[in-house]
Each structure stands twice: as structure tokens, then as C-alpha cells.
């Protein structure tokens, strides 16, 4: 059987595809990037615990928001940083409380809201795909939902919608963004169909849920020569997209930074607002172990690591002050 002989960019081309195909959401992107991470030699640190600041690589998982952060084995006193920031987020249809609606002729749609700066008409006669995570309701840890096309925004013929070409297509995010995944069916649950597909055995067993539908066709190349990369959601993916052995690993780095990286700011689940440091020990190279909550160390109040790492400040305390990005006085 012959063999596909991929060279370097082609090979990592490949394996941003697999990224964007495994990544359908911030919960699964979070959890890839970290496995991605963890595969190239870095530490899983759990947040409740104490938060190590050891040499080397290490990663936390924070819902649908991941923080990396590579100490070296020396560190200067005037060292510096270096930053990089993403959304794990990518404009989505997301699934409201109310779930499903039946119109009078019998048409099941699923209830959703416009999420992020989407452009609508290229949603329109898309297959599309449920995911995100469900909350059992006796707590095992959030179960992520991925499944099979189950919806689509039909577009309306030719013949019912004459205007189209010459006025140009109207969309109202509230009515004509509703898609249909049955028809006929007075039972039908969407909640159902999702809960046994995550493997629990019914709805019942669904405490709460956070679901988008998001499309459904996978990545590919196209061009004379397969030069083009064609998916959803790279404008954010390219920039969460690890490189070979990850930031910090020898040889390793990350994609180039798209557009859209606005900032500095970790999400804590899509676009629930920062991951903040809260003014509390977090670590620092220079000081050791800084556990949870705790006041040791002159890194307290910011979380700081080098040549690799995270810096994040809650909101509405403005820019960071020289003095600041240079790190706490060892004096005192």
C-alpha cells in the first residue's frame, strides 16, 4: 500500500487539521492543548493545590481556559518575560436554557443565540454539530458532548425568496438563525439525543449544560499544489494551536498569533471574563512552592513566569507599570 510522503509544513498542516477537528469548543481545545503539553514533557497542575514553580514546563485547566507557564533552571534577577495570549472562544450558535421549539407544522428547531462576531450567511446550509460539556447530576467531573451532525439553517429556494440576488440576503438573528434537526416528532429531545451520546442514560440525569452547534465538515486543503488550509474556527484556533513539543520545549514555539488575539487574558469558560490572580500567591521562579491562597514569596499579588509564561491582571486596573513588569524588591 503506497504511503503519503508529507513534507514539514505539509506534516504540521496536518496536525493543526486534527487540532481544529478535536477542538469543537474551549472545554475540548483546553483539554487538547494540555494533553498536547503534558505528551511534550510538561507538569499538570491542579489549582486547588499548591501551584508549582519548580524549573521546567507546567499546565492548568481551568474549565474552558488553559494557562501554560516554562520556569528555566536559572533565573536572573532583571529577567523579563515572554507572553502570549488567546481566546480558546470561536463565534458559535449557543444552545439557550430553552433548548428546542416546535413550529405549528411540526418542524423541531434548536433554540440558540448568536455567540462572537460571526459572519451569519456562511452558517446557512451547513451541516451542523452539537458539543460542549454537560453537568451530571450526581458530579463525576463535566462530560464533553461531540457528536454527529444533527442540525442545519436551511436557506430558503430561489423561487420564495426573489430579492435574494438583486437586495441582497436579510437575515434577523432571532428568526431565520433557528435550525431545524426534526420534523414530525412531538417527542423529540435534544437534551436526550445529547446525554446518550456523552453516555449518561437520559436527560434526567443532565444537571445544567453549556452547548453550541458549530459545523459539523472538517478541515482540508485545496489549490493547485494543496497550499490552502480551508476550516472553521481557525481565527482563534491558529492562535491556541501548539507547536512541535510545545512553548518552552527545545525546538519548540506556536503558531504565529492571528487576528483577533486582543490582549492579554486567559478565558475561564468561553467568554466568561479573565482568570484572575485575585491578589494572591501565585509563583514565582525565584520564590519556590506559592500554595493556593497563600502570602509567601515577593511574587504575591501576580502571577509571574519566564522565558515562556503568563502574566494576567484583573480587570480595570489598567496597564502594568514598568516596575511591575520587572517584578517585585528582593530588598526588605
Known amino acids: 500500500m503506497a504511503q503519503l510522503e508529507l513534507d514539514e509544513v505539509h506534516a504540521n498542516a496536518v496536525d493543526y487539521q486534527h487540532f481544529l477537528l478535536d477542538s469543537p469548543t474551549p472545554y475540548h481545545a483546553a483539554e487538547v492543548v494540555a494533553q498536547r503539553l503534558v505528551d511534550a514533557g510538561f507538569t499538570r497542575v491542579d489549582e486547588k493545590g499548591a501551584w508549582d514553580a519548580s524549573p521546567g514546563g507546567h499546565v492548568m485547566v481551568r474549565g474552558g481556559a488553559v ?115 426534526t420534523v414530525d416528532n412531538p417527542t423529540g429531545s435534544v437534551l436526550e439525543h445529547v446525554a446518550q451520546s456523552a453516555g449518561l442514560e437520559d436527560a434526567s440525569q443532565v444537571a445544567a449544560f453549556d452547548l453550541i452547534l458549530t459545523p459539523s465538515q472538517g478541515p482540508g486543503f485545496f489549490g493547485d499544489k494543496g497550499q490552502f488550509v480551508a476550516a472553521s474556527r481557525q481565527g482563534q484556533s491558529v492562535e491556541r494551536a501548539p507547536g512541535p513539543g510545545g512553548p518552552g520545549a527545545p525546538g519548540g514555539g506556536g503558531h504565529a498569533r492571528g487576528r483577533g488575539c486582543h490582549g492579554v487574558h486567559v478565558l475561564r469558560s468561553r467568554g466568561g471574563g479573565l482568570w484572575l490572580a485575585h491578589g494572591r500567591g501565585r509563583p514565582d521562579p525565584r520564590d519556590g512552592v506559592a500554595p493556593h491562597g497563600g502570602r509567601a514569596g515577593p511574587g504575591r499579588g501576580w502571577l509571574r513566569a519566564h522565558a515562556g509564561g503568563l502574566l494576567v491582571r484583573e480587570r480595570g486596573r489598567g496597564a502594568f507599570g514598568a516596575s511591575e513588569l520587572r517584578g517585585p524588591s528582593r530588598s526588605g
Open 67 to 181: 494557562a501554560a507557564w516554562f520556569v528555566p533552571e536559572t533565573v536572573a534577577e532583571d529577567a523579563g518575560f515572554r507572553i502570549v495570549g488567546a481566546h480558546t472562544d470561536s463565534p458559535a450558535l449557543s444552545v439557550k436554557p430553552s433548548v428546542q421549539s416546535t413550529t405549528p407544522d411540526g418542524w423541531g428547531q434548536i433554540d440558540v443565540e448568536v455567540y462572537g462576531g460571526m459572519m451569519w450567511n456562511s452558517w446557512l446550509d451547513r451541516e451542523l454539530t452539537l458539543a460542549g460539556r454537560l453537568i451530571p447530576d450526581e458530579w463525576r467531573g463535566g462530560v464533553g458532548a461531540h457528536g454527529a451532525p444533527i442540525a442545519r439553517i436551511p436557506q430558503l429556494a430561489i423561487h420564495l425568496d426573489r430579492d435574494v440576488n438583486p437586495v441582497g440576503l436579510k437575515l434577523d438573528p432571532r428568526s431565520t438563525l433557528h435550525p431545524v434537526w
